[in-house]
């Protein structure tokens, strides 16, 4: 069994290997050069985009998280950057490790794993468990179903959106036979633009906000306030 589901899963393993192995080479590389960047100086025109999404990351974490932004603040982002290539890794001709429902789970799993320890330690462990019983002990069972089932729709979500684009490009690509074969050169490029990249985006945006917001809903009010 081990073997059999080591074999199904060999590509998504060899991408997720090239994906982290490239973007560490690459982000290692950056750093001596952001070391030599002179902050009184013009910032880089290679660099400004980075640092607007750093920047939307930690402002809209600072809103949602408050005080211990800094904690949360590399996680989501390294989760913004790896199933965005995940999602759009195809496009170098490399299998989606986010086709595979394992992948996607592993992730779900990590930030239901985040989620529930955020809460026992901001809320204590009897406040954590207390808010099973709210606003009234009869929707424990709820609020039970309604923690479990949050981790398994993230799943779904990414799953199904990359498959059923993956799908649906295939399907399009197939519409081409007999003389039309020779738009498909000219015309392929446009649908991988769109599915790979377009839905890759709103993909990434929901998974990640999805994650915060549910982070920070287990976070004190008053530990929610960020000051500089």
Do not use: H
């Given at each position: 069994?081990?073997?059999?589901l080591?074999?199904?899963?060999?590509?998504a393993?060899?991408?997720?290997?090239i994906?982290?192995?490239?973007?560490?080479?690459i982000?290692?590389?950056?750093?001596?050069?952001i070391?030599?960047?002179?902050?009184?100086?013009?910032?880089?025109?290679?660099?400004?985009?980075?640092m607007?999404?750093?920047?939307?990351?930690?402002?809209?974490?600072?809103?949602?998280?408050?005080?211990?932004?800094?904690?949360?603040?590399?996680?989501?982002?390294?989760?913004?950057?790896?199933?965005?290539?995940a999602?759009?890794c195809g496009?170098?001709?490399?299998?989606?490790p986010t086709?595979?429902?394992?992948?996607?789970?592993?992730?779900?799993?990590?930030?239901f794993l985040?989620?529930?320890?955020?809460?026992?330690?901001?809320l204590?462990?009897g406040?954590?468990?207390?808010?099973?019983?709210?606003?009234?002990p009869v929707?424990?069972?709820?609020n039970?179903?309604s923690e479990?089932?949050?981790?398994?729709s993230?799943?779904l979500?990414?799953?199904?959106?990359?498959?059923?684009?993956?799908?649906?490009?295939?399907l399009?690509?197939?519409?081409?036979?007999?003389?039309l074969?020779l738009?498909?050169?000219p015309?392929v490029?446009?649908?991988?633009l769109?599915?790979?990249?377009?839905?890759?985006?709103?993909?990434?945006?929901?998974f990640v906000i999805?994650?915060?917001?549910?982070?920070s809903?287990?976070?004190?009010?008053?530990?929610?306030?960020?000051?500089?």
């Amino acid at each position: 069994m081990t073997f059999l589901l080591s074999y199904v899963l060999k590509p998504a393993i060899m991408s997720t290997i090239i994906i982290v192995g490239v973007l560490s080479v690459i982000f290692i590389v950056m750093s001596f050069f952001i070391k030599k960047v002179d902050p009184m100086q013009k910032t880089p025109m290679w660099l400004v985009p980075f640092m607007w999404l750093v920047d939307i990351m930690n402002n809209f974490i600072k809103i949602n998280i408050g005080k211990k932004w800094r904690i949360y603040s590399p996680w989501f982002l390294t989760l913004v950057i790896f199933i965005f290539f995940a999602n759009s890794c195809g496009i170098f001709l490399l299998e989606n490790p986010t086709g595979y429902i394992v992948v996607t789970a592993i992730l779900a799993f990590f930030s239901f794993l985040i989620i529930q320890i955020t809460g026992i330690t901001s809320l204590g462990i009897g406040g954590y468990l207390k808010g099973f019983l709210d606003p009234t002990p009869v929707m424990l069972p709820m609020n039970i179903l309604s923690e479990f089932t949050f981790p398994l729709s993230l799943c779904l979500r990414l799953f199904g959106n990359v498959i059923s684009g993956s799908a649906i490009g295939i399907l399009i690509k197939n519409l081409f036979d007999g003389w039309l074969s020779l738009l498909v050169v000219p015309v392929v490029p446009f649908i991988n633009l769109i599915f790979d990249i377009a839905f890759t985006m709103v993909q990434v945006v929901v998974f990640v906000i999805l994650s915060i917001v549910f982070t920070s809903a287990k976070i004190k009010d008053e530990e929610k306030i960020y000051s500089k």
